[in-house]
């Protein structure tokens, strides 16, 4: 088998094929997958579930955690880069003190359905907030929203005149931050936080406490596509504490690590991420992580890829021919089909990898 071969059978063409090349790897390593099985079927009937494997020592007091599928359909990539990670082991990646744990498909849903939210029509990525405060208000979304999700698809002429007058009056930046920070009132909405956790943010937590809960260390690559130039890998700042976690993010992954605070980023800051579970589930850890988002189509194409998929969960009388062409659109959207996208991808996520392998190694 020639490297090409070996590149192109990381990454699977829908959820199913990814699990089940994610068990015969595990199995082939000799290692156990912790199935967690979601309630619902994907469609073909299979079943639906996150994935862990613990690749290294059940007592490591370092452990690197990958993510991926935070955003269901961007687990094509994620799910890709783990099961190279999978393939290669602690052995060929240079360090078997350290433990990896890798999270396969955390919305395994999304994935299988070809949606970036949940099934409860939630951005996972949105959804880690303090249920037990008020939740905020977000106008600025509420101003947008008939236009993003008009009734008819595709949009009338009218109506996105209507919509880009309004996102030129808000600016790009405020546009951006509008539309993707995560809104609580729109059950049917773009970016929708929720109201409460949902089944994948429940496991998820306990996932973070049975593997990370009594590690010293805690290093952490979220993987990501769909923001930023096609085929590079952005390694945005994913930690709550400031200075200190971002210095170190910076020794270990380069000084090109973004912030989402400081403008750096293509990202925005948002309500809610995955991140703040560490916090609660590993108070006692050292945590260092990042987001790795690797560009794919610019984001006004994104956006309507986007606000065509929700449209269609919306119209679920849509006719076949239009939902089939907006589903695939949508994958498409975060999933380029081209194998220079795939390799740029995979060596990017296997370089971030052994960053953050050698910068636990080196923490104090
Ligand atoms: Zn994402």
């Not at 959804?127 to 236009?147: K, T």
């Not at 988002?293 to 610019?298: D, L, N, W």
Request: proline residues 7%; negative net charge.
């Amino acid at each position: 088998m020639t490297d090409q071969d070996h590149l192109l059978d990381l990454f699977s063409a829908d959820y199913a094929t990814a699990r089940a090349r994610w068990l015969a790897l595990a199995g082939a390593r000799g290692l156990a997958v912790e199935s967690h099985l979601h309630p619902l079927r994907g469609p073909a009937g299979e079943l639906l579930a996150v994935d862990v494997v613990r690749d290294g020592p059940a007592d490591a007091p370092n452990v690197l955690l990958t993510t991926s599928g935070v955003h269901g359909v961007e687990g094509h990539v994620g799910c890709g880069i783990q099961a190279g990670l999978l393939r290669m082991g602690p052995r060929e990646l240079g360090d078997e003190a350290t433990a990896l744990v890798h999270v396969h498909a955390v919305n395994p849903y999304g994935f299988a359905w070809t949606r970036r939210v949940t099934q409860e029509n939630v951005d996972l990525n949105r959804n880690f907030i303090d249920f037990g405060q008020p939740l905020p208000d977000h106008p600025d979304y509420a101003a947008l929203h008939p236009l993003l999700l008009p009734e008819r698809w595709p949009p009338t002429a009218g109506n996105e005149t209507a919509l880009a007058a309004a996102l030129d009056a808000m600016g790009p930046r405020r546009a951006q931050i509008a539309i993707t920070k995560g809104q609580h009132s729109h059950r049917d909405g773009l970016y929708y936080s929720g109201v409460e956790p949902t089944w994948s943010h429940r496991v998820f937590r306990e996932v973070l406490r049975r593997h990370a809960g009594s590690c010293q260390r805690l290093a952490w690559i979220d993987l990501h596509s769909g923001l930023g130039p096609f085929g590079v890998g952005e390694r945005i700042f994913a930690c709550d504490d400031g200075v200190h976690a971002l210095q170190r993010a910076r020794r270990w992954w380069g000084e090109r690590v973004t912030s989402v605070h400081t403008g750096t980023s293509t990202s925005i800051p948002m309500t809610g991420p995955i991140q703040h579970a560490v916090y609660g589930e590993c108070p006692q850890a050292e945590y260092t992580g990042i987001c790795l988002e690797f560009g794919t189509i610019a984001l006004p194409q994104m956006l309507f890829a986007q606000r065509a998929e929700h449209w269609l969960a919306e119209h679920p009388e849509a006719d076949p021919g239009l939902a089939r062409s907006i589903k695939r659109a949508l994958r498409d959207a975060f999933y380029p089909d081209d194998e220079a996208w795939k390799r740029a991808v995979w060596s990017q996520g296997l370089e971030a990898t052994r960053q953050a392998l050698a910068g636990l190694r080196q923490s104090p």
